[in-house]
């Protein structure tokens, strides 16, 4: 049984659910009824279907349970999403901008783009799947609109600059970004912080403005969240 399901303080459309041993887990309400996405456990209460989301999964998560204080993602935006993956995160952020929003997501493993499109994409209208190189947004410029905010999630040296050219082209004005830095995708030499640093100067650099950073640990090593306006 659920004890308790209450609304986040600080993020629309983000569920603290209260488990029947007493631990809180992290939810979105669920876009798409009965259906999981990585095996992750449905809750229902009230008659109202939620799903567990789990930051060791899903580094967008992780930032929120380590008190990241900025989540520019609510009902109705238009999220381009750099890296999607099979799409974990992704259909929270689907579940977060609901039916009248849209996430465009790109990804260029042509594994994990099938992965999305056979398991995710039929059972959610709201998910368009790129088949590109978030290196080259040229290439899929026709396919995607202004949107609000965008997602990187790349393991590619240069996260930084792959992000602010994606920026430069399809971001709304005053729209804001989220960066997830793997420091060993870009230097396995260096201190993860002093990467985190480098990618922030990068950020700062092409004007966006630093509105947080989290260290993503104990849930992804030598990672770190970078939320920015522009």
């Known amino acids: 049984m659920v004890a308790n399901v209450e609304s986040h303080r600080a993020f629309s459309g ?3 659910i209260t488990l029947e041993d007493g631990s809180q887990r992290l939810a979105t309400k669920n876009l798409s009824p009965g259906r999981r996405v990585y095996g992750e456990r449905l809750i229902s209460w009230r008659g109202v279907e939620y799903r567990l989301w789990d930051p060791f999964r899903s580094k967008l998560a992780a930032a929120i349970l380590k008190d990241l204080t900025t989540v520019p993602i609510r009902k109705n935006h238009k999220i381009l999403y750099l890296g999607a993956a099979s799409g974990t995160t992704a259909s929270h952020i689907s579940d977060l901008v609901g039916n009248k929003g849209h996430v465009y997501c790109v990804e260029f493993s042509a594994r994990s783009i099938r992965e999305l499109v056979n398991n995710v ?3 959610r209208s709201n998910i368009t799947p790129l088949f590109e190189d978030a290196r ?3 290439k899929y410029l026709t396919f ?4 609000d905010s965008v997602y990187c999630d790349i393991a590619q040296p240069e996260q930084a600059k792959i992000l602010v050219n994606n920026v430069n082209i399809f971001l709304k004005e005053d729209g804001w970004t989220m960066l997830s830095v793997k420091s060993q995708s870009i230097d396995v030499t260096k201190k993860p912080t002093e990467v985190y640093r480098e990618e922030v100067n990068i950020l700062k650099k092409h004007g966006f403005i630093i509105k947080d950073i989290v260290v993503l640990d104990p849930y992804e090593k030598a990672h770190a969240m970078i939320v920015s306006k522009v």
């Open 144 to 147: 995607v609109e202004k949107v």
């Open 121 to 123: 994409c039929p059972y």
């Open 136 to 138: 080259m947004p040229e």
């Open 14 to 16: 983000i569920y603290w």
